[in-house]
């Protein structure tokens, strides 16, 4: 079975900083064949792609708004990824959801096979 754990969300004011991390397992889960991402939703909206890394060459990708202000990373021999978010803006309130897909580079979440529970960000102005 293939699990995704998602932690480090929390409550945060304005122009704070946090960093999320994925760990990630399963007998069958080979986390370097799968590119990885972040995903976000924060209510009422749909889910929306914030930043990914793939899996051979840690190729990224960013959301426009959120370029500049978060990196994502991988640790292929530690299984994790994580989300280093700095200057964070009320409009990143949402569930923040990590991700992996056989995908080389996507941003589609449809293309993620695995997800995992979400954790919450709340970012208070």
């Known amino acids: 079975q293939v699990q995704l754990v998602e932690s480090g969300g929390g409550l945060v004011q304005a122009g704070g900083s946090l960093r999320l991390s994925c760990a990630t397992s399963?007998?069958?889960?080979?986390?370097?064949?799968?590119?990885m991402g972040w995903f976000r939703q924060a209510p009422g909206k749909e889910r929306e792609f914030v930043a990914a890394?793939?899996?051979?060459?840690?190729?990224?990708s960013y959301a426009d708004s959120v370029t500049g202000r978060f990196t994502i990373s991988r640790d292929n021999a530690q299984n994790t990824m994580a989300l280093q978010m700095n200057s964070l803006k009320p409009e990143d309130t949402a569930v923040y959801y990590c991700?992996?897909?056989?995908?080389?580079?996507?941003?589609?979440?449809?293309?993620?096979?695995?997800w995992g529970q979400g954790t919450q960000v709340t970012v208070s102005s």
């Open positions: 991700a992996a897909s056989t995908s080389y580079s996507t941003t589609y979440y449809r293309e993620y096979l695995y």
């Open positions: 890394i793939t899996r051979t060459d840690s190729r990224i």
């Open positions: 399963g007998p069958t889960f080979s986390f370097s064949s799968y590119t």
